[in-house]
């Protein structure tokens, strides 16, 4: 094993400038003007692939972008990881605010400067590398190992749900890799085990059967939008807790182990208000604001409409109003049984005077990985080894799809091992990467890989 890390960091520059060839290559996924590149990168990645020691090596075609794959199954017995990561990014207007070309990677400030370089290039890279260290310093690798890099995220991957359902034997493991959230902090070492889920809603609150002057029906037929907003306030209370139903029935309970992972986090309730420019936070009672951020259920209320909104003014009693509803939901929660909670209440709710029609518009699961799972304690491991510091364990309060699905297709357990910074500009312009995460991230990748193959 010593001589892979000494080979790893020997190689450091190495690494940089192979990094910089993958990023040269324009592979953004919606774009049908790249259609070419995008299969320029799949074969790119193949090649180093290969060049790793990895077997099988193939380029899937999809009714999209390809997907690329390989495995190194050299000993039954081991551990198998399957490695996850995407070779397609985010297009990049506005070209003119980018300080050097998004395709023409540069190395500035000890950090590498490209569209791609965080998201999800130089990530994924990271393991290829470390794979690739392994064969080059004639080490056996102490585990099994399978690559699956798709074309596809950042248009949603479309593809990538049926591929799992139908390949499941080609993509068996015993835990999947992933590297494409971020680092709590610079410098700390960070595994993230949860994700929220969502449910978004939209109520339409419809009144009279057309817009009225609200001088002569004023005080006799009910505003659609004065009911909606009263509507929208009922829905949560002055404690911050979401008044639905049985929305809290399946609301898994944070652990004390967990809320002692959150409380060692150190979050500063006062620089957080400071950036987003409020004098006061806000939410529900009885939990700090980290807890708050992903390890409970939210409601908000993401957009509202209805009557006369253009300059000046126009005395209308509007016929309807219109809200988008979302929430952001925790295990054990489910979108659908919540939807149907959600639409009863908010009929319940609605005065007589008013029609009311409450419409599901899309949906995801939420999902917690127990930091007590070995895979899981592998990589915090590994990971603290790398960065020479704790590694500390998060949850995030957004979604991404995918690993609900390796989750509900696999059925083994997802690790988010991210590299990146929330400061690293990715789907924006200047996006980058830290070359210190990128050099720490191959070192975390090889000790993973010694320290998983401890798990059977
Ligand atoms: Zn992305």
């Known amino acids: 094993m010593e001589k892979v890390i000494n080979y790893i960091k020997s190689n450091s520059d190495s690494y940089v400038e192979q990094l910089k060839d993958y990023l040269r290559i324009p592979s953004i996924s919606t774009s049908v003007k790249h259609k070419n590149e995008m299969k320029k990168c799949a074969n790119y990645v193949a090649g180093q692939l290969k060049s790793a020691g990895m077997k099988k090596v193939k380029i899937i075609p999809t009714a999209g972008h390809p997907l690329v794959f390989g495995e190194l199954i050299h000993d039954k017995k081991l551990p198998t990881v399957l490695i996850y990561g995407h070779y397609d990014v985010q297009p990049v207007d506005p070209l003119d605010l980018w300080k050097s070309p998004p395709f023409e990677p540069e190395i500035r400030n000890g950090k590498i400067w490209a569209r791609g370089a965080n998201d999800n290039k130089g990530q994924n890279f990271v393991h290829i590398k470390s794979v690739e260290a392994f064969k080059n310093t004639g080490t056996k ?46 410098g700390i070492p960070t595994i993230n085990y949860g994700l929220r889920g969502l449910c978004f809603m939209e109520v339409e609150v419809i009144g009279p059967n057309r817009d009225l002057h609200s001088g002569s029906f004023g005080g006799a037929v009910a505003n659609p939008i004065n009911v909606l907003a009263d509507m929208i306030s009922k829905l949560i209370d002055k404690n911050g807790r979401i008044t639905i139903p049985d929305f809290y029935n399946d609301v898994q309970k944070l652990s004390a182990v967990e809320r002692n992972n959150y409380k060692k986090l150190k979050f500063s309730d006062a620089k957080f208000a400071k950036e987003l420019n409020v004098k006061k936070l806000a939410g529900e009672k009885g939990y700090s604001t980290l807890e708050r951020l992903s390890g409970r259920p939210t409601l908000d209320c993401n957009g509202i409409w209805g009557g006369y909104t253009e300059n000046g003014a126009k005395t209308v009693l509007p016929s ?88 509900k297709q696999l059925d083994v357990p997802t690790i988010l091992m991210g590299l990146g910074l929330d400061t690293d500009n990715i789907h924006s312009p200047n996006e980058h990467f830290n070359l210190s995460n990128f050099s720490r991230g191959i070192l975390a990748s090889a000790y993973f890989f010694e320290e998983f193959a401890k798990i059977k």
């Open 141 to 186: 690798l102490p585990v099994n190992v399978k690559f699956l890099i798709e074309g596809e995220e950042e248009i949603g991957s479309p593809n990538l749900s049926k591929f799992l359902k139908t390949n499941k034997s080609l993509l068996s493991c015993d835990a999947v890799m992933i590297s494409d959230t971020s680092l709590y902090q610079p």
């Open 320 to 407: 309807q109003a219109y809200a988008k509803i979302s929430m952001r939901l925790v295990p054990d929660q489910d979108p659908k049984t919540i939807a149907k909670l959600f639409a009863k209440y908010i009929k319940q709710i609605a005065p007589k005077s008013v029609k009311v029609n409450v419409k599901e518009l899309h949906g995801g699961l939420p999902i917690v990985v127990s930091f007590d799972n070995p895979a899981v304690k592998a990589a915090a491991k590994a990971a603290s080894k790398a960065f020479g510091k704790e590694t500390v364990f998060t949850r995030e309060g957004g979604s991404i799809p995918i690993v609900v699905e390796f989750a």
